[in-house]
T-cell receptor, first 114, second 112 residues
Framework: GAGVSQTPSNKVTEKGKYVELRCDPISGHTALYWYRQSLGQGPEFLIY????????DSGLPNDRFFAVRPEGSVSTLKIQRTERGDSAVYLC????????????FGEGSRLTVL | AQKITQTQPGMFVQEKEAVTLDCTYDTSDPSYGLFWYKQPSSGEMIFLIY??????QNATEGRYSLNFQKARKSANLVISASQLGDSAMYFC?????????FGRGTQLTVWP
């Protein structure tokens, strides 16, 4: 597609449930990032893929968070046993390759945990 | 460690006036990039301008220019001739370790 696509745009779930957020990057972009943005804050790094492998997952807050990118394109962020503190906008971004240049962001998935 | 500081939570400017949004950074890497993004209320992050640490000239993109002062570790965004549509959150970011580090943002409001 023309831009980074994220689904769902909004997700409301109950505490303790499992959630999957999907990101489809710009075609040909090998680098894919997940960020989390809480209200009134800047985006906070979660994980970065180069191709299929996670190059850096140091931003994942705990083992309830996991992300995959099995074919080097679409990525899924998975959150187990959701907590109210997980409520945020989850942003996905991609770039062509390497570790320089701007990131192209999707419109985000807003997660609300009740 | 890389750190970005934006000290202005909110800024106000009248339409057609210029405004400067402040950004300071901290890094020990000799090579880095500095970015500004705009985030309207709709939520998408829009790339505005980039400055490389070795660039001699300040970056410009239309009405946006980046006032890069390397010795002071500052990378302020200047928006000339503000428009109502410029009202948004603005984030400064720096590259490092393969990712971008973002500041907390400045909410810009342009009034007629």
């Amino acid at each position: 597609g023309a831009g980074v696509s994220q689904t769902p745009s909004n997700k409301v779930t109950e505490k303790g449930k499992y959630v999957e957020l999907r990101c489809d990057p710009i075609s040909g972009h090998t680098a894919l990032y997940w960020y989390r943005q809480s209200l009134g804050q800047g985006p906070e790094f979660l994980i970065y893929f180069q191709g299929t492998g996670a190059a850096d997952d140091s931003g994942l807050p705990n083992d309830r968070f996991f992300a995959v990118r099995p074919e080097g394109s679409v990525s899924t962020l998975k959150i187990q046993r959701t907590e109210r503190g997980d409520s945020a906008v989850y942003l996905c971004a991609s770039r062509e390759g390497g570790n320089t240049g701007e990131l192209f962001f999707g419109e985000g998935s807003r997660l609300t945990v009740l | 460690a890389q750190k970005i500081t934006q000290t202005q939570p909110g800024m106000f400017v009248q339409e057609k006036e210029a405004v400067t949004l402040d950004c300071t950074y901290d890094t020990s890497d000799p090579s880095y990039g500095l970015f500004w993004y705009k985030q309207p209320s709709s939520g998408e992050m829009i790339f505005l301008i980039y400055q490389g640490s070795y660039d001699q000239q300040n970056a410009t993109e239309g009405r946006y220019s980046l006032n890069f002062q390397k010795a002071r570790k500052s990378a302020n965004l200047v928006i000339s001739a503000s428009q109502l549509g410029d009202s948004a959150m603005y984030f400064c970011a720096m590259s490092g370790l393969g990712r971008l580090y973002f500041g907390r943002g400045t909410q810009l409001t342009v009034w007629p």
